[in-house]
């Protein structure tokens, strides 16, 4: 079922619409995000079983994700979620919207330490 979510996902376009309709937090992040700065490549709006990823770095297993005014809203639901992520492998990391405006530097400092804290996978021998 989850292949089913996942493909459904792509199927729709979707991570390609939330690109386009990003949110000004997203786009500030993806800033520092972008172009391997950090030394990891990082996705945007990465599909992932029955969700959308705001920021993923695969090679890590290290998922950002924003949460905007809305957010307290979806505590419940993002728990779940996180759980999920958590049970597959991945490292999760949430900052609020403001966070990303008003303490950029710290919120690139947290994601830098939680890569370096998560060793690379081996690489397959020759």
């Known amino acids: 079922m989850q292949g089913q979510a996942q493909d459904w ?7 390609q619409k939330l690109r386009n309709a990003a ?17 990891v490549k990082f996705r945007r709006q990465h599909p992932f079983n029955n969700y959308v990823l705001d920021f993923v770095c695969l ?16 505590v419940a639901r993002d728990e779940i979620r996180t759980q999920e992520l958590v049970a597959a492998g991945f490292r999760v990391l949430r900052f609020w919207n403001n ?28």
């Open 9 to 15: 996902i792509k199927a729709q376009h979707i991570p």
């Open 23 to 39: 949110t000004d937090a997203e786009r500030r992040l993806w800033q520092f995000l972008r172009g391997q700065q950090l030394n």
């Open 59 to 74: 090679e890590k297993k290290l998922v950002v994700e924003l949460d905007g005014g809305q957010h307290s809203e979806c």
């Open 99 to 126: 966070e990303v405006f008003q303490e950029t530097g710290a919120v690139v400092e947290t994601i830098l330490a939680a890569l370096a804290e998560t060793p690379s996978p081996p690489q397959p021998s020759p």
